[in-house]
Nanobody, 127 residues
């Protein structure tokens, strides 16, 4: 089990930036593939980004490529999501998640690949 706590959400104007953090405890963090998801009102939870245990491998959904950056600091047991050039359509509750053991980061995309979730943090982008 991995316990995850997100922080850093808030209200920002379009074009602005936010950095989300996710503090982890429990299962050895440095061996866990991590991801970020988001869920807008009345929409399904969707994949945003994933990062390999080493931090070298990253993958993004098309809508955030070039604007969002996922990173991790294994010494601090923390994964980050830097969000730049925010758009109103980025408004959602953002969740960090830990992938199931054995899931390679190249396959960690769908909700079913992850078995531990944070409580979420609200991001609101005004136009």
């Amino acid at each position: 089990q991995v316990q995850l706590v997100e922080s850093g959400g808030g209200l920002v104007q379009a074009g602005g930036s936010l950095r989300l953090s996710c503090a982890a405890s429990g299962r050895t963090f440095s061996s866990v593939v991590m991801g970020w998801f988001r869920q807008a009102p009345e929409k399904e939870r969707e994949f945003v980004a994933a990062i390999s245990w080493s931090g070298i491998g990253t993958y993004y959904t098309d809508s955030v490529k070039g604007r969002f950056t996922i990173s991790r600091d294994n010494a601090k047991n923390t994964v980050y999501l830097q969000m730049n050039s925010l758009k109103p359509e980025d408004t959602a509750v953002y969740y960090c998640a830990a992938a199931k053991p054995g899931i390679p980061w190249t396959q960690a995309r769908g909700i079913t690949s992850f078995d531990n979730w944070g409580q979420g943090t609200q991001v609101t982008v005004s136009s």
